[in-house]
T-cell receptor, first 114, second 111 residues
Framework: DAGVIQSPRHEVTEMGQEVTLRCKPI?????LFWYRQTMMRGLELLIY????????DSGMPEDRFSAKMPNASFSTLKIQPSEPRDSAVYFC????????????FGPGTRLTVT | GDSVTQMEGPVTLSEEAFLTINCTYT??????LFWYVQYPGEGLQLLLK?????DKGSNKGFEATYRKETTSFHLEKGSVQVSDSAVYFC??????????FGGGTRLMVKP
């Protein structure tokens, strides 16, 4: 299995631009999670989906952030407009409801907003 | 709600030293417990797990025993290597297949 795939691995953009991060979960997994990791705040859960439906988005920092999961094999996290404080590593993870809660993480997207 | 608390780092050890990273949890019932490891520049990956009380999880020379009496799941390794330098996260399940992670403990192993 290829594991969780994220793209791009690195993104550098200017403040005010739209940024889209992409994730392909492991085939057969029915949960998908988006996390953000910074030195100051550690690992934060932003939003998670079950069977493509958003279940809890209470971790999304503000309306500039949005996430979608149009099908079982693809999800996006969009920031519009981006700000320097959004600079972080964004991880996608997936899990299977029959799998004792184990989550499998992607390699992350390192976002730098200048 | 359910939570985990792990020791703050960084933990700095010499190669071949003994490692302990403490993790305690607060939970209703006896959930599965996990240790994840994050190597530099990578995502988190499952290191080991224990699915019930008194179980011992082990992998790559690391061990952790699920102790319900002390609500602990401490991570241990008898002889660390430079390649073990990473951040270690203790975690337990929450509603909706979520995981609650500890704050992470950075381990630095010097040759």
């Amino acid at each position: 299995d290829a594991g969780v795939i994220q793209s791009p691995r690195h993104e550098v953009t200017e403040m005010g631009q739209e940024v889209t991060l992409r994730c392909k979960p492991i085939s057969g997994h029915d949960y998908l999670f988006w996390y953000r990791q910074t030195m100051m705040r550690g690992l934060e859960l932003l939003i998670y989906f079950n069977n493509n439906v958003p279940i809890d988005d209470s971790g999304m920092p503000e309306d500039r952030f949005s996430a979608k999961m149009p099908n079982a094999s693809f999800s996006t996290l969009k920031i519009q407009p981006s700000e320097p404080r959004d600079s972080a590593v964004y991880f996608c993870a997936s899990s299977f409801s029959g799998g004792h809660y184990e989550q499998y993480f992607g390699p992350g997207t390192r976002l730098t907003v200048t | 709600g359910d939570s985990v608390t792990q020791m703050e780092g960084p933990v700095t050890l010499s190669e071949e030293a003994f490692l302990t990273i403490n993790c305690t949890y607060t939970a209703t019932g006896y959930p599965s417990l996990f240790w994840y490891v994050q190597y530099p520049g990578e995502g988190l990956q499952l290191l080991l797990k224990a699915t019930k009380a008194d179980d011992k999880g082990s992998n790559k020379g690391f061990e952790a025993t699920y102790r319900k009496e002390t609500t602990s799941f401490h991570l241990e390794k008898g002889s660390v290597q430079v390649s073990d330098s990473a951040v270690y996260f203790c975690a337990l399940p929450n509603a909706g297949n979520m995981l609650t992670f500890g704050g992470g403990t950075r381990l630095m192993v010097k040759p």
